[in-house]
């Protein structure tokens, strides 16, 4: 099971932590992913971080303003978020993997939203 926290409203330019919180599975064994959909879009790759974080991976669009990272120890994945901008306004969610890779995710959580106003 995934859990997201860490949703909100916030201005633009503001900051957002969100933590994924996962149980029920050895946390370390699995590839986290960040991902969010907004209102007529496709769902689409935020931001990836392989098992021990040897390896990351950033959609264009957020490069240089979000920051993912993981806490095996407390089964938790964050997602660090500066800069907001309006257009980051979405649901977001995290998913868990076996492998690398930044499509085809297996578990998923519901989804926290994100709302930037300008």
């Known amino acids: 099971q995934l859990v997201e926290s860490g949703g909100g409203l916030v201005q633009s330019g503001g900051s957002l932590r969100l933590s994924c919180a996962g149980s029920?599975?050895?946390?370390?064994?699995?590839?986290m992913g960040w991902f969010r959909q907004a209102p007529g879009k496709e769902r689409e790759s935020v931001a990836v971080i392989s098992q021990y974080a040897l390896r990351t991976y950033y959609a264009d669009s957020v490069k240089g303003r979000f920051t993912i990272s993981r806490d095996n120890a407390k089964n938790t994945v964050y997602l660090q978020m500066n800069s907001l901008k309006p257009e980051d306004t979405a649901v977001y969610y995290c998913a868990a993997r076996r492998t690398w890779g930044v499509t085809g995710y297996d578990d998923w959580g519901k989804g926290t939203q994100i709302t930037v106003s300008s």
């Open positions: 029920g599975r050895p946390f370390s064994n699995y590839v």
